[in-house]
């Protein structure tokens, strides 16, 4: 076996010798790393000091001949010579390449992450072998992964100022620095929605798209003000990520009591009064309307953990060094979110 070692930091290129033959001879492979960042496969667990580091590699097949790569060829070893094998990880994310494993034709060169467990506080190196003949080559690539920033928790921090900012009425200055998406594009989503759901409750008082708009600011405000939220990173990768959120806040269940109560006596007042049956109806709803936010404000706020109890689940997207929140598409179910801090209601 013939040992080569390479010292090498980001966008450096290491050259494999051949395994028969001297440094003059035609080496069958150039490896470059590209560079490399922290991920979070969906679900995995971490820590301060541990973590998934995904090395993005391109290996060049400089001979004239097909070679076949595996995931067996790559590996890290730390500072007590104890190997650390890659992962396989599943993602969604489209623009996460992992590296293609399998035959490279000749001249040509493959480009993709390849993910190791690693601990923080360790030094590693990488080794690359390749078997030729009766001979196998080793090279050594020396890792300063203190080099590698781990990121992942700006999703977290991305996710705080979204729910603080659009939906709970609180300044968070971290959104101008994290979030792409237009506050008051985002802001207006939640009114619309808001409307709905409101408006719902009501069926014989025709509740005006103006009073239930004004009653939104209202209540963002006043669930501002007693809301707590959980936030777990589900996974994230250079490109992508996703943030579980388990609010507890004012929900409609709470009060619906309270609320028909209030309802009835002011309809069963209205018909005492002479009214006809559908003005009285018209005129409980209307009072009911009027009480919501005192009936809100008495009530204490209840967790909205959603239909699997896990929680809501947001779809970040990286957007020019900020995070772009997804509101529609078929991985993105931000209408739960919406639900959650809209009284835990179905928007009509």
Not at 10 to 17: C, D, E, G, Q
Not at 26 to 48: F, H, N
Not at 254 to 259: G, K, L, T, V, Y
Request: glycine content about 6%; proline content about 2%.
């Amino acid at each position: 076996m013939r040992k080569l070692k390479f010292t090498v930091a980001l966008l450096a290129t290491a050259i494999l010798l051949g395994a028969c033959g001297g440094a003059g001879s035609q080496p069958p492979v150039t490896i470059t790393i590209e560079g490399g960042a922290y991920i979070l496969p969906r679900d995995r667990q971490v820590s301060e000091d541990r973590g998934y580091l995904a090395l993005e590699i391109t290996v060049t097949n400089e001979t004239n001949e097909s070679l076949h790569l595996s995931s067996f060829d790559f590996s890290l070893y730390d500072d007590n010579n104890t190997q650390v094998t890659s992962e396989d990880i599943f993602s969604r994310d489209n623009t996460f390449n992992e590296f293609d494993w399998g035959a490279l034709s000749a001249g040509m060169n493959r480009t993709g992450y390849i993910i190791f467990p690693v601990d923080k506080t360790q030094t590693y190196t990488l080794h690359y072998t390749h078997s030729a003949s009766l001979e196998a080559t080793v090279v050594e690539i020396e890792l300063d992964i203190t080099e590698f920033e781990d990121n992942t928790l700006d999703a977290i921090t991305a996710t705080t100022a979204l729910i603080e900012e659009i939906f709970l009425a609180r300044s968070n200055n971290d959104y101008q620095d994290f979030i792409a998406n237009d506050r008051e594009d985002l802001i207006t989503l939640f009114e619309n929605y808001f409307t709905g759901a409101i408006q719902g409750q009501f069926w014989s008082y025709d509740l005006s798209n103006q009073d239930a708009l004004e009653f939104s600011e209202i209540f963002r405000e006043m669930n501002g003000d007693v809301a707590t939220v959980e936030y777990t990173l589900v996974s994230f990768f250079p490109n992508s990520a996703v943030v579980r959120v388990k609010p507890t806040v004012l929900v409609f269940d709470e009060i619906e009591r309270s609320f028909e109560s209030v309802r009835d006596e002011a309809r069963e007042a209205a018909l005492d009064a002479g009214e006809g049956f559908s003005e009285s109806r018209e005129a409980g709803e209307r009072r009911a309307f009027e009480q919501l936010p005192e009936l809100f404000r008495s009530s204490s706020p209840v967790l909205t953990a959603g239909f699997s109890s896990d929680g809501h689940e947001i779809l970040l997207v990286k957007v020019d060094d900020k995070w772009e929140v997804q509101t529609t598409g078929s991985d993105a179910f931000f209408d739960s979110v919406l639900r959650a801090f809209s009284a835990d209601l179905f928007s009509r």
